[in-house]
């Protein structure tokens, strides 16, 4: 799944050409963002959230949650009794009442609950494209000896589906299916961190939605937010984002050369 970036209003396109045209992104524009730049930084290594960042996957979460919640129905929970709020947690806490109840019916919600979610993310990266001129980035990242993680809360076979050749772009891949918990909470990112044997103030987090920043924060890395996605410059500027750059190609700009 696409990294929280679920809402309860109906999703907006991502539309992310059309939202270069619309951002302004001019070189005074951009120049405003990178005026946040403490200094360049000496990183190594660079660790990318995938959809909204890598490529642009229009998820239709409006559908996501229309389906979870006929799932809900049928198993008898109101989802007014819900407090989490993205797809992903309501179904852990969704499957915590149930297993209360009865352990087998929870473990048959679990498994149609993901199979929603997959089904739906899979058809989005049946049309999701990578950002153009990443496959670039992420290889002159690498030969500068700087190491590429990539972390998502989308299913692992969405990603792949979408960037085939994943794999020869970076160090480490940790999609949703191979972490307990995922970002925003740390515990995703110090699994990147232990995997490349690197702590948290030795690498950059960049992602499109706030919850990247939060985790990034979190596992004490610097922050990048991307605008390819649907956070706006003013909501990175909020929440504290180190850098901002209007898509991650431009990676560069923030480290040490
Ligand atoms: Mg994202």
Avoid at 108 to 116: G, K, L, M, S
Wanted: one cysteine or more; hydrophobic letters at 35%.
């Amino acid at each position: 799944m696409s990294e929280g970036q679920e809402g309860n209003s109906k999703p907006e396109r991502v539309g992310y050409w059309n939202d270069r045209m619309k951002e302004k992104t001019s070189k005074k524009m951009m120049r405003k963002g990178l005026e946040k730049r403490e200094q360049r930084q000496k990183v190594k290594a660079v660790v990318f959230d995938f959809d909204g960042t890598l490529a642009v996957l229009n998820i239709d979460f409006q559908l996501m949650r229309e389906r979870f919640f006929d799932l809900l129905n049928l198993f008898g929970i109101e989802k007014e009794l819900i407090k989490e709020r993205y797809v992903l947690e309501m179904i852990n806490e969704v499957y915590l009442i149930l297993v209360a109840r009865n352990p087998s019916q929870a473990k048959d919600f679990y498994h149609r609950a993901h199979q929603i979610l997959q089904e739906v993310e899979l058809h989005a990266a049946s049309e999701g494209k990578l950002i153009p001129g990443i496959e670039t980035t992420l290889k002159g990242l690498r030969e500068k000896g700087i190491k590429v993680g990539i972390v998502t809360r989308n299913c692992g076979e969405a990603v792949l589906r979408v960037f085939p050749n994943l794999y020869d772009h970076c160090d480490l891949f940790i999609s949703r299916d191979s972490v307990r918990r995922v970002k925003p909470h740390p515990d995703h990112l110090h699994s990147v961190m232990k995997g490349l044997h690197l702590s948290g103030e030795e690498a950059l987090m960049v992602g499109d939605h706030p919850i990247d920043i939060q985790a990034g924060k979190k596992a004490g890395m610097k922050t990048v937010g991307v605008l390819t996605g649907r956070t706006k410059r003013e909501e990175f500027e909020r929440i504290g984002a180190d850098y901002i750059l209007r898509d991650a190609t431009e990676i560069n700009q923030v480290l040490e050369q």
